[in-house]
């Protein structure tokens, strides 16, 4: 899986290309439109992740361009502007999705998989970690071929943590990620807690392993051998 | 008045002595005429028929020293009984006959003062009737001219009291036509301009720094996580690196929420949808439902199920989600949380602790309990942005532990 970023922070380019390289994806960063235009020329690439605001132009020009070449790429914004309008345009135009600044790696890396998911067409939509089979059509977990009877946010937790498996993910990103960005929430860690919890009992319940461990003072880490 | 009145007394009696010096002057003159005829006739005249009044004079055989003497008397007239003022004058005097003899003579002539008394009085009348009402027209006149002197200030004056800096417009008052008011108006709208272009100014510039922040705090953020990756961390860098990441944490939760102030300052919501407000409550509860489950909050539901609110769909979301989250979050184990729906009222009830601050400041920009934890204090805030520029109202009440905010729209 080739992945362009095409981001002028050279910091923030790095984190994201650094992060992605260890999920075994191909990086290449680019950090103005120009450069982002000849790549796009050149190569394929599965996922673009595009910053609207670049230094030599307008990155939904860039979304522009791609849909004109009728790429099949993937697109995810990448905006510090929380800007609606950006946001509708932007999806308009043809992206895929659309993060504000700042996002959590663990939550782009979420994305961008999920993405790759939806736009795989060899018809194949369920994952299995040994004995664990999730189906994303029918969103229900099988554990030794038993179905697990999960809340919506059990699932949406378990396949967030193995979108980031052997990662520590933080637990500020895993509330972001199952309550959404704009609710204020302290108390969300505490409940996370006992979802962690009640998951690896369902888990564990049915034969499972249990994957999840967790990182002190941090947050949770699915650990696969 | 006080004026008036003062001055009706000075004048009254300056007439008065004038009046009084008169008839002393007749009296004196009379006395000069009665004196000639003694002198030259020896005879007593009979004056009442010239002068018409009282006058007593007789002539003695022997001379009287020459005296005068002027003063004010009362008399009691047998006619009426009643008593008169009068002014007198007394002379002696002598002279020698054409026989030689010296003779004495003594004169008494009266003059009424009751008489010039009213006359005074009615003049006075006269005089101080004229002066009222020529004060009464003056200052009838000097109403009527300010009045519609004044028109232009007064429209100027509510104008500009009408005038809000937050609803983005121009000030623009209408010209009156009248020099001195056109200035002051074409001072009073250069001045609300250069205003309005500040304060615009100030509300991009928050605006711009908030989105500056974004990435900055991207990049901090992005590199936490990447050293959560590492697997060689004591548990001591870990503590400081979660800390770090603590504070970034609530720092971008804190741009986030100034930015949503600020962009709902700016009216950059302007669509307006109605609203199905039970729907959106169900859908945040359900949302909500393990945060409830954790704290084992009872809810209680009171639905009028069609009350629908005009409003921007996604402030809605952001109005509702922080109500709700609000009770949720300051409510207690085993609490309870109700909500009342009624047309044109919406009422969320919940256990919680007290207060530790002033409930006036509720809804003020991070005003915070001590037990709030790391929570940006912008939550309520958010709320009343967002309800000011439609013209509802909140309200918040507390009982014994039990906190009550109720909005009207």
Same mark, same amino acid.
């Given at each position: 899986?080739?992945?362009?970023?095409?981001e002028?922070?050279?910091?923030?380019?790095?984190s994201?290309?650094?992060?992605?390289?260890?999920?075994?994806?191909?990086?290449?960063?680019?950090?103005?439109?120009?450069d982002?235009?000849?790549?796009?020329?050149?190569?394929?690439?599965?996922?673009?992740?595009?910053?609207?605001?670049l230094?030599?132009g307008?990155?939904?020009?860039l979304i522009?361009?791609?849909?004109?070449?009728?790429?099949?790429?993937?697109?995810?914004?990448?905006?510090?502007?929380?800007?609606?309008?950006?946001?509708?345009?932007?999806?308009?135009?043809?992206?895929?999705?659309?993060l504000?600044?700042?996002?959590?790696?663990?939550?782009?890396n979420?994305?961008?998989?999920?993405?790759?998911r939806?736009?795989?067409?060899?018809?194949?939509?369920?994952?299995?970690?040994?004995?664990l089979?999730?189906?994303?059509?029918?969103?229900?977990?099988?554990?030794?071929?038993?179905l697990?009877?999960?809340t919506?946010?059990?699932?949406d937790?378990?396949?967030?943590?193995?979108?980031?498996?052997?990662?520590?993910?933080s637990?500020?990103?895993i509330?972001?990620?199952?309550?959404?960005?704009?609710?204020?929430?302290?108390?969300?860690?505490?409940?996370?807690?006992?979802?962690?919890?009640?998951?690896?009992?369902?888990?564990?319940?049915?034969?499972?392993?249990?994957?999840?461990?967790?990182?002190y003072?941090?947050?949770?880490?699915?650990?696969?051998? | 008045?006080?004026?008036?009145?003062?001055?009706?007394?000075?004048?009254?009696?300056?007439?008065?002595?004038i009046v009084?010096?008169?008839?002393?002057?007749?009296?004196?003159?009379?006395?000069?005429l009665?004196?000639?005829?003694?002198?030259?006739s020896?005879?007593?005249?009979?004056?009442?028929?010239?002068?018409?009044?009282?006058?007593?004079?007789?002539?003695?055989?022997?001379?009287?020293?020459?005296?005068?003497?002027?003063?004010?008397?009362?008399?009691?007239?047998?006619?009426?009984?009643?008593?008169?003022?009068?002014?007198?004058?007394?002379?002696?005097?002598m002279?020698?006959?054409?026989?030689?003899?010296?003779?004495?003579?003594?004169?008494?002539?009266?003059?009424?003062?009751?008489?010039?008394?009213?006359?005074?009085?009615?003049?006075?009348?006269v005089?101080?009737?004229?002066?009222?009402?020529?004060l009464?027209?003056?200052?009838?006149?000097?109403?009527?001219?300010?009045?519609?002197?004044?028109?232009?200030?007064?429209t100027?004056?509510?104008?500009?009291?009408?005038?809000?800096?937050?609803e983005?417009?121009?000030?623009?008052?209408?010209?009156?036509?009248i020099r001195e008011?056109?200035?002051?108006?074409?001072?009073?709208?250069?001045?609300?301009?250069?205003?309005?272009?500040?304060?615009?100014?100030?509300?991009?510039?928050?605006?711009?720094?908030?989105?500056?922040?974004?990435?900055?705090?991207?990049?901090?953020? %992005?590199?936490? &996580?990447? $050293?959560? *990756?590492s697997?060689?961390?004591t548990? /001591?860098?870990?503590? =400081?690196?979660? !800390?770090?990441?603590d504070?970034?944490?609530?720092?971008?939760?804190?741009?986030?929420?100034?930015l949503?102030?600020?962009?709902?300052?700016?009216?950059q919501?302007?669509?307006?949808k109605?609203v199905?407000?039970?729907?959106?409550?169900?859908?945040?509860? %359900?949302?909500f &439902?393990? $945060?409830? *489950?954790?704290?084992?909050?009872?809810? /209680?539901?009171?639905? =009028?199920?069609? !009350?629908?609110?005009i409003?921007n769909?996604?402030?809605?979301?952001?109005?509702?989600?922080?109500?709700?989250?609000?009770?949720?979050?300051?409510?207690?184990?085993?609490?309870?949380?109700s909500?009342?729906?009624?047309?044109?009222?919406?009422?969320?009830?919940?256990?919680?602790?007290?207060l530790?601050?002033?409930?006036?400041?509720?809804?003020?920009?991070?005003?915070?309990?001590?037990?709030?934890?790391?929570?940006?204090?912008?939550?309520?805030?958010?709320?009343?942005?967002?309800i000011?520029?439609?013209?509802?109202?909140?309200?918040?009440?507390?009982?014994e532990n039990?906190?009550?905010?109720?909005?009207?729209?």
């Amino acid at each position: 899986m080739k992945i362009l970023i095409v981001e002028d922070e050279k910091d923030l380019s790095n984190s994201i290309t650094t992060y992605m390289r260890n999920e075994n994806f191909i990086c290449e960063a680019v950090m103005n439109y120009e450069d982002a235009i000849e790549k796009l020329y050149l190569y394929n690439y599965d996922v673009v992740i595009v910053d609207i605001t670049l230094p030599d132009g307008n990155g939904l020009e860039l979304i522009r361009e791609l849909k004109n070449n009728r790429s099949r790429a993937g697109i995810i914004i990448i905006s510090a502007r929380n800007a609606l309008n950006d946001k509708i345009n932007g999806l308009e135009l043809g992206a895929d999705d659309y993060l504000t600044k700042p996002f959590h790696l663990s939550e782009l890396n979420a994305r961008i998989k999920s993405l790759i998911r939806r736009r795989s067409f060899d018809g194949k939509n369920e994952i299995v970690v040994n004995e664990l089979k999730i189906d994303f059509e029918l969103l229900t977990v099988h554990v030794n071929d038993l179905l697990l009877n999960l809340t919506k946010k059990e699932y949406d937790l378990l396949l967030y943590l193995l979108m980031n498996k052997n990662r520590v993910i933080s637990k500020e990103s895993i509330a972001e990620h199952l309550y959404g960005d704009h609710i204020d929430l302290v108390d969300s860690f505490d409940f996370l807690y006992s979802h962690v919890k009640n998951l690896r009992k369902k888990i564990t319940d049915y034969g499972g392993r249990d994957y999840i461990r967790t990182v002190y003072g941090i947050g949770y880490k699915f650990a696969l051998p | 008045m006080i004026i008036f009145t003062a001055g009706g007394i000075i004048f009254y009696n300056i007439v008065r002595t004038i009046v009084i010096r008169q008839i002393t002057n007749s009296l004196i003159t009379e006395k000069k005429l009665i004196e000639e005829q003694i002198l030259n006739s020896d005879t007593i005249p009979d004056f009442t028929t010239i002068f018409g009044h009282d006058i007593e004079v007789a002539i003695f055989n022997r001379p009287f020293r020459v005296t005068q003497y002027i003063g004010d008397t009362i008399i009691i007239k047998k006619s009426d009984a009643k008593s008169y003022r009068y002014r007198y004058l007394q002379a002696t005097g002598m002279f020698r006959n054409n026989m030689g003899y010296y003779r004495g003579y003594s004169i008494k002539t009266y003059k009424s003062l009751s008489d010039t008394q009213k006359l005074i009085l009615n003049l006075f009348i006269v005089i101080w009737l004229a002066l009222i009402s020529m004060l009464a027209l003056l200052s009838a006149v000097n109403l009527y001219i300010s009045k519609k002197l004044w028109i232009p200030f007064y429209t100027i004056l509510s104008q500009l009291s009408k005038y809000n800096i937050n609803e983005n417009l121009h000030l623009n008052l209408t010209p009156s036509g009248i020099r001195e008011f056109d200035q002051l108006n074409r001072a009073l709208n250069a001045m609300s301009e250069r205003i309005r272009a500040d304060f615009i100014n100030l509300k991009e510039f928050t605006e711009d720094a908030s989105h500056e922040i974004h990435t900055p705090l991207a990049i901090i953020k %992005s590199k936490i &996580e990447l $050293l959560f *990756q590492s697997e060689n961390l004591t548990k /001591e860098q870990l503590k =400081n690196i979660r !800390t770090i990441y603590d504070a970034v944490s609530r720092l971008a939760r804190l741009n986030n929420s100034l930015l949503l102030i600020s962009r709902i300052q700016n009216q950059q919501y302007p669509e307006v949808k109605e609203v199905m407000l039970s729907s959106l409550i169900e859908k945040f509860l %359900s949302h909500f &439902e393990e $945060l409830i *489950q954790q704290k084992k909050i009872t809810i /209680e539901k009171n639905y =009028n199920v069609q !009350t629908t609110l005009i409003i921007n769909p996604d402030l809605a979301e952001i109005l509702i989600s922080n109500l709700l989250g609000n009770a949720l979050k300051h409510n207690i184990q085993n609490g309870t949380l109700s909500i009342q729906l009624d047309d044109h009222e919406l009422t969320i009830t919940n256990t919680g602790k007290p207060l530790d601050f002033d409930p006036h400041n509720l809804f003020k920009r991070f005003r915070k309990g001590n037990h709030s934890g790391d929570s940006t204090g912008l939550g309520l805030s958010i709320v009343k942005k967002i309800i000011d520029p439609y013209k509802f109202n909140i309200e918040y009440s507390t009982r014994e532990n039990i906190h009550t905010l109720n909005l009207r729209f």
